[in-house]
């Protein structure tokens, strides 16, 4: 394709006659890969420096301007073998990126300071049971003051600026309680310092904030790989568009550079790049992407078509419209909205943990104060008293209990092929009883396939070779079974109508009926069934006076019967809702045994529906994978999409799942509940941890020595209990080659975690109002 | 007592070498891709380009 490529809108420059781009690269898997890839750019002339991170699968490419375009970057890079896409970063990124920093930077600082001031804490504890002189005592405080006070001024800004933002729109976060804690604690040490005392607890503030800083970076790591990963996936499914040119050249520009007004070429086997107007051309249009009905729809000039939606037959020119009122992504859109905005209001457990908290934190520490004081303490003794009460009731389990469970909850689901899109995701698919599925590229594969059984199989071979010339979704499908995929020379596509080559002398034709001279209207012999079947398509074949009708449709994911049943088998509730129509959706539903199905519905009615189930207290599990999905991924609870979902109804969902198989779903609800039990086990850590240090404190016998005990022993539980969950055999994966050997699999692993479940389930149901 | 005079600057100046170093890394983009680091070594620089190599 001799076609220009504008790829301006991803390059940056950095100095004048310095080009910069970052890119997402797929297919990156080994050391070998990385040198390929950087080899092979650096001796292209007029690149200064290319850079993959492995890490992150995104290569950063510096050039001289001029000398080398963007394009012919990426057409090198998928030369060598790994296709890539240029990366605009989103806001969001970039901000994270500095806060990781900021963070990490605080933890280094926060670490140092904990460290040496608790090497001279040590000699004082074991000084104040020897020989130790007051004078050495308290040149010991004042050096831990001296590193204490700036490391903690600098390290615990992410608590103090937090715990002020909340403060000043009157609320209470996790950091008021931290906050007040480490500068009471701190003040106190000095105080106690400058009067001899022998107790100063500059080691406790610096090692709460150390503590907190790591589950605070681990959070956030966790966050931005997750959001790492669905950046790259973005950009990698990011598609081209042929626009006309002012002089009407074709020029092939990213999608989002697409603008009303402007005019595109989309040919056969294409996706339709956004809503528009067909000005030339006519068609038939796909649009189960968009709507979930898998028959095509006729379009000519004058229709509307809607992006996501693959044009079957005919090259269309496309006039783009903007998204005004009455289309149905618009449509979505304000579904959507409305739909995020229910949403957001689900509180998270750690908050709703920190409300409860910090309440309770500082009564008791006020309580503990005058009831010194009522029974005849000095003032000193009491206020020193409830500031010990402060510091041991510093949440430092709790801060880490929820975050380190969800770090490894991640890498768990990351390894059985789910991402994550949001941090809280665990929390809501774990609390799910409900599920909603929907069909098309759902419980079925996103691509229909041949049903090879009632085709004679060297028939079906020459079929599928001639089937590679052709770009007709129904031969594109016939094309994945050519065991050679080799096309036959002199092959001819007549758009719309089918492709024909002549083999060994003699013509063969495949496409529609009446291409391949077979009547139209007459329901023939050579495939009975066909008059019949109406969940399949047929695609028509002849060659040498042989002909063939090949069926092609829509097939259930491999392994889904063994999950429903799995799902089932766990007491969960299976909906299915579909915009195809009815006939093409009660064959699954029976062949899957879900009573509860609906066909031909709209995205509204999606989202009625889930509001229906919602009334009467069930929590919803969305999973889709269309457009007019979308919206009811957000009302939903829950959300999940298969990775090869519409990218507006991607961005939505809670997480995404890869590969062919529906097991993802499964793993996604078992592994979730197990990390929600997990995190319910940590608070209750915490909570026991305080049941025991609180009285001590309030019964003023707290020391330093046993508050830093206390502290890193209650820390350290917690995440060992975190990290508990990857002594579990992780739950099915994905290699199982048949569906009767998955459903025996699938018992195992279940059984396998099948007594930790139980517990889980159970106060996870319990909880539902 | 006389040995801490020196030995309490000493653990000091030990930590903040420490606390520098890291900080060194952290602005040279040492954290930036980890995984990457483990799977660089592996490649052998030294040795010529064209010669075919089976994965690592």
Same mark, same amino acid.
């Not at chain 1, 050391?31 to 993959?52: F, M, Y």
């Not at chain 1, 034709?509 to 001279?517: D, E, P």
């Given at each position: 394709m001799a076609e220009i490529i504008d790829l301006s809108s991803f390059v940056e420059h950095k100095a004048p006659g310095l080009a910069h781009m970052t890119l997402a690269v797929d297919g990156v898997?080994?050391?070998?890969?990385?040198? *390929?890839?950087?080899?092979?750019?650096?001796?292209?002339?007029?690149?200064?420096?290319?850079?993959?991170?492995?890490?992150?699968? +995104? $290569?950063?490419?510096?050039?001289?301007?001029?000398?080398?375009?963007?394009?012919?970057?990426? *057409?090198?890079?998928?030369?060598?073998?790994?296709?890539?896409?240029?990366?605009?970063?989103?806001?969001?990124?970039?901000?994270?990126?500095?806060?990781?920093?900021?963070?990490?930077?605080? $933890?280094?600082?926060?670490?140092?300071?904990?460290?040496?001031?608790? $090497?001279?804490?040590?000699?004082?504890?074991?000084?104040?049971?020897?020989?130790?002189?007051?004078?050495t005592r308290d040149l010991f405080h004042w050096l831990s003051a001296l590193i204490a006070l700036p490391a903690a001024a600098y390290a615990g800004q992410p608590f103090f600026q937090s715990a002020w933002r909340a403060l000043r729109s009157r609320a209470l976060n996790m950091d008021v309680p931290i906050s007040v804690g480490v500068v009471l604690a701190l003040g106190l040490s000095v105080y106690e310092t400058a009067t001899h005392a022998v107790h100063a607890y500059f080691d406790s503030a610096l090692m709460l904030l150390f503590f907190l800083l790591c589950g605070r970076t681990l959070d956030l790591a966790m966050r931005r790989k997750t959001r790492l990963f669905a950046g790259n996936l973005a950009s990698l499914k990011a598609e081209f568009a042929h626009r006309f040119g002012g002089n009407g050249e074709l020029v092939q520009v990213p999608v989002s550079a697409l603008r009303p007004g402007d005019r595109v070429l989309v040919r056969p086997g294409e996706l339709i790049p956004a809503d528009g107007c067909v000005v030339d051309g006519s068609s038939d249009a796909d649009e189960s992407l968009v709507t979930g009905e898998t028959v095509p729809r006729a379009v000519g000039p004058g229709a509307t078509v809607y992006a996501g939606s693959i044009n079957c037959s005919g090259a269309l020119t496309v006039q783009v419209i903007a998204a005004g009122a009455g289309t149905l992504v618009d449509d979505v859109e304000r579904l959507l909205q409305k739909a995020t905005e229910a949403k957001s209001r689900t509180v998270r457990l750690a908050d709703r943990a920190a409300r409860l908290y910090a309440p309770v934190v500082h009564v008791t520490a006020a309580l503990t104060a005058i009831g010194w004081l009522l029974a005849g303490a000095s003032l000193h003794d009491a206020i020193v008293i409830a500031i010990a009460v402060l510091i041991v009731t510093c949440p430092c389990a709790i801060a880490l209990a929820i975050p380190a469970v969800q770090v490894v909850a991640a890498g768990q689901l990351f390894r059985?092929?789910?991402?994550?899109?949001?941090?809280?995701?665990?929390?809501?698919?774990?609390?799910?009883?409900?599920?909603?599925?929907? *069909?098309?590229?759902?419980?079925? $594969?996103?691509?229909?396939?041949?049903?090879?059984?009632?085709?004679?199989?060297?028939?079906?071979?020459?079929?599928?070779?001639?089937?590679?010339?052709? /770009? /007709?979704?129904?031969?594109?499908?016939?094309?994945?079974?050519?065991?050679?995929?080799?096309?036959?020379?002199?092959?001819?596509?007549?758009?719309?109508?089918?492709? +024909?080559?002549?083999?060994?002398? +003699?013509?063969?034709?495949?496409?529609? *009926?009446?291409?391949?001279?077979?009547?139209?209207?007459?329901?023939?012999?050579?495939?009975?069934?066909?008059?019949?079947? +109406?969940?399949?398509?047929?695609?028509?074949?002849? /060659?040498?006076?042989?002909?063939?009708?090949?069926?092609?449709?829509?097939?259930?994911?491999?392994?889904?019967?063994?999950?429903?049943?799995?799902?089932?088998?766990?007491?969960?509730?299976?909906?299915?809702?579909?915009?195809?129509?009815?006939?093409a959706v009660e064959p699954i539903a029976r062949r899957l045994h879900l009573t509860h199905w609906l066909a031909g519905v709209t995205p509204a009615d999606k989202i009625a529906a889930i509001e229906q189930l919602k009334a009467r207290g069930r929590r919803v599990l969305m999973v889709g994978d269309g457009l007019n999905d979308a919206p009811a991924l957000a009302a939903a609870h829950a959300s999940l999409s298969p990775i090869t979902a519409a990218h507006l109804t991607q961005a939505q969902a809670d997480a995404l799942f890869l590969g062919e198989r529906l097991m993802p779903v499964l793993g996604a609800v078992t592994l979730t509940r197990r990390a929600r039990r997990l995190m319910r086990e940590n608070l209750a850590l915490a909570v026991i941890y305080n049941a025991f240090a609180v009285p001590v404190a309030v019964a003023g016998l707290l020391t330093p020595l046993i508050a830093a005990a206390a502290m890193s022993g209650s820390s350290i539980l917690v995440t060992l209990n975190a990290l508990r969950a990857r002594l579990v055999r992780d739950a099915p994966d994905e290699t199982a080659v048949t569906p009767r050997t998955e459903r025996a699999r699938t018992d195992t692993a279940a059984g396998a975690t099948e007594s930790g479940l139980k517990s889980g389930l159970k106060t996870s149901l319990e909880l539902v109002p | 007592m006389n040995v801490l005079i020196y030995l309490v600057p000493m653990a000091l100046l030990l930590g903040l070498t420490g606390l520098i170093g890291f900080m060194w890394t952290l602005k040279s983009g040492q954290y930036e891709d980890l995984d990457g680091a483990a799977v660089r070594i592996l490649p052998d620089d030294d040795i010529n380009d064209e010669q075919p190599r089976a994965k690592a």
């Open positions: 898997g080994c050391a070998g890969c990385i040198r *390929k890839i950087e080899n092979g750019l650096t001796r292209l002339p007029g690149i200064v420096d290319a850079r993959l991170n492995f890490t992150q699968r +995104r $290569l950063a490419v510096d050039w001289r301007d001029g000398e080398i375009d963007a394009a012919r970057i990426v *057409k090198t890079l998928a030369d060598i073998g790994y296709p890539a896409h240029p990366f605009a970063p989103e806001r969001v990124e970039a901000d994270e990126t500095r806060q990781a920093r900021q963070l990490l930077r605080c $933890l280094g600082v926060a670490g140092f300071a904990a460290m040496n001031v608790m $090497l001279l804490s040590v000699s004082v504890w074991a000084g104040n049971v020897s020989d130790m002189t007051q004078e059985s092929s789910i991402i994550l899109n949001s941090g809280d995701a665990i929390e809501r698919l774990a609390e799910v009883d409900t599920i909603v599925f929907d *069909k098309t590229g759902t419980l079925t $594969l996103p691509e229909p396939k041949v049903d090879a059984v009632s085709v004679d199989p060297d028939i079906l071979q020459r079929a599928a070779r001639l089937a590679l010339s052709s /770009h /007709h979704p129904l031969a594109v499908a016939l094309a994945a079974e050519a065991r050679e995929p080799v096309p036959y020379p002199g092959a001819v596509e007549e758009p719309g109508r089918g492709v +024909r080559v002549t083999i060994e002398g +003699r013509e063969a034709r495949l496409g529609s *009926k009446s291409f391949c001279g077979l009547d139209e209207n007459r329901n023939d012999e050579l495939q009975p069934a066909a008059a019949c079947d +109406r969940e399949a398509s047929f695609i028509f074949f002849t /060659h040498a006076g042989r002909t063939a009708a090949i069926p092609i449709r829509q097939t259930l994911r491999p392994d889904a019967e063994a999950v429903i049943a799995a799902l089932v088998a766990r007491g969960l509730n299976l909906v299915v809702l579909s915009g195809d129509r009815p006939e | -």
